[in-house]
Nanobody, 126 residues
Framework: QVQLVESGGGLVQAGGSLRLSCAAS????????MGWFRQAPGKEREFVAA????????YYADSVKGRFTISRDNVKNTAYLQMTSLKPEDTAVYFC???????????????????WGQGTQVTVSS
């Protein structure tokens, strides 16, 4: 079992920055890959970014490339999503997810992840 707890969401003006955290606990072998997804009201959940815990390989949605950075702290067992140059369209509930093993092609698919956090709200005002 893996437990994931997100934090760091809030209200920010367009152009601002936020850093989300995802504290992970439980079996480490079940969280070799960590992902961030988001869901805006009335929209489907979408992939944001992911990282392979050991190798550090990162993956990004085109909509956030160059603005968001995913990272992890092996000592704190925490994954981060640093978000800069935020836009109103980034407003959503952001979820952290984890899985033991996913092929590169499946990293972008939320259905491939077994473990999810409760989500944290990010609101970007214009």
């Amino acid at each position: 079992q893996v437990q994931l707890v997100e934090s760091g969401g809030g209200l920010v003006q367009a152009g601002g920055s936020l850093r989300l955290s995802c504290a992970a606990s439980g079996r480490s072998s079940s969280r070799n890959i960590m992902g961030w997804f988001r869901q805006a009201p009335g929209k489907e959940r979408e992939f944001v970014a992911a990282i392979r815990w050991s190798a550090g390989n990162t993956y990004y949605a085109d909509s956030v490339k160059g603005r968001f950075t995913i990272s992890r702290d092996n000592v704190k067992n925490t994954a981060y999503l640093q978000m800069t140059s935020l836009k109103p369209e980034d407003t959503a509930v952001y979820f952290c997810a984890a899985e033991s093993s996913i092929f590169d092609s499946g990293v972008y698919d939320g259905g491939q992840y077994d473990y999810w956090g409760q989500g944290t709200q990010v609101t970007v005002s214009s």
